[in-house]
T-cell receptor, first 112, second 114 residues
Framework: QQQVKQSPQSLIVQKGGISIINCAYE??????FPWYQQFPGKGPALLIA?????SEKKEGRFTISFNKSAKQFSLHIMDSQPGDSATYFCAASEYNNNDMRFGAGTRLTVKP | NAGVTQTPKFQVLKTGQSMTLQCAQDMNHNSMYWYRQDPGMGLRLIYYSASEGTTDKGEVPNGYNVSRLNKREFSLRLESAAPSQTSVYFC?????????????FGEGSWLTVV
């Protein structure tokens, strides 16, 4: 079974809107939560990551919100742009562990 | 700086054939990985190598073998390909675990087994 559950599977947002992607995990030993962005024909690339000692991390238009008690974290993309159209993966692992578990992915389309 | 390079980019195999996917990284990373990506399943870890000379099974190792040839190279072998192994395969690498878990991916290898 997937240890990291991601929703929605696909998302369509108008330019300038807010895109929100949610993830939930089960393993309480996870303590590193990255988000990866993947464009068609390319490999995933790290976008932003958070550790559970903070509830929010912001980098430009991208924000991770983290709720340790609910075992949930989410990615918010503010002022979404057509160039943000890609597939986004959440992931989780123990900090010093090579076994990273990925969500199923969300295909984001930002309409002009 | 090439990062993670994997070959071939595309391959079509017949059921029962064997093949090896090659991967090399030039970032002096200790850890290397092979993932497969399937629609609706995300990325699933097949095997990883935490350091030269060591390999470990990931989430979906059945039907695959790996070799960590040296620090730079990590290959994935399909001994007898099956249609269920039709997928996009990604090689990846990461640095010292104490510097974080950022994983750097190659551009993928599209494999079709008919």
């Amino acid at each position: 079974q997937q240890q990291v559950k991601q929703s929605p599977q696909s998302l369509i947002v108008q330019k300038g809107g807010i895109s929100i992607i949610n993830c939930a995990y089960e393993n309480t030993a996870f303590d590193y939560f990255p988000w990866y962005q993947q464009f068609p024909g390319k490999g995933p690339a790290l976008l932003i990551a958070i550790r559970p000692d903070v509830s929010e991390k912001k980098e430009g238009r991208f924000t991770i919100s983290f709720n340790k008690s609910a075992k949930q974290f989410s990615l918010h993309i503010m002022d979404s742009q057509p160039g943000d159209s890609a597939t986004y993966f959440c992931a989780a692992s123990e900090y010093n562990n090579n076994d990273m578990r990925f969500g199923a992915g969300t295909r984001l389309t930002v309409k002009p | 700086n090439a990062g993670v390079t994997q070959t071939p980019k595309f391959q079509v195999l017949k059921t029962g054939q064997s093949m090896t996917l090659q991967c090399a990284q030039d970032m002096n990373h200790n850890s290397m990985y092979w993932y497969r990506q399937d629609p609706g399943m995300g990325l699933r870890l097949i095997y990883y190598s935490a350091s030269e000379g060591t390999t470990d099974k990931g989430e979906v190792p059945n039907g695959y073998n790996v070799s960590r040839l040296n620090k730079r190279e990590f290959s994935l072998r399909l001994e007898s390909a099956a249609p269920s192994q039709t997928s996009v395969y990604f090689c990846a690498s990461s640095g010292d675990v104490y510097s974080g878990n950022t994983i750097y991916f190659g551009e993928g290898s599209w494999l079709t087994v008919v």
